[in-house]
């Protein structure tokens, strides 16, 4: 009886440790596909990273209106993510944009007609800091100021994703002991 079992349990097992691999590999192929050596600044206490959004001068319909217009803007040699973030929050303005290496734009809001591109179409390091991203051509990388219950909310929103992986992993191990 047990003997005729041992298949089924060791291919069982196989099956487990597969299925395991696959969700590690999944988990970390995100941060695998940056292969520039700069990498999209990540949130900070104050900003939430947004995402790489289209330029909207060229656009037909916009009048040669940016994705990030209304607000000041500024243009540095020195320019970094920190250095756009602060600026913008120094103007009292809840958008931050950057583009092409150097620019920094600050609005109250992002064009309707600014589309999200792929995050491989935002891919020039700053002039300021090599290691970070400053948007792409008519690209730009957008962050947005947290209020107080954006901050609460992503905190919220990320522990049903663990609880998921945690409860695939129980599934797994029930599985893989069964
Ligand atoms: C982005 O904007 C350009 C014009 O600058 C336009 O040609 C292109 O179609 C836009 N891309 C998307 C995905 O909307
Ligand atoms: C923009 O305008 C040009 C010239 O009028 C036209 O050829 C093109 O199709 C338009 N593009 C869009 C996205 O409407
Ligand atoms: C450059 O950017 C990296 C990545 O964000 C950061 O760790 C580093 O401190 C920055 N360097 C300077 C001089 O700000």
Redesign the pocket.
Known sequence: MANSLLPMRVFALIACLFVAAVLAQSSTSSAAAATSSATIYPDTSKWQYVGCQ??????NNTNGLRALNGGTSETLNTMTVDICLNYCASSGNTYAGLEYTNECFCAQRLSALS?K?PESSCNLACTGNSSQICGGS?ALTVYTAKTTTQGAGNKVQQAPMSSVLALGIALGVLLCLA
């Open positions: 289209n330029e909207t001068t060229l656009l589309t591109l008519l």
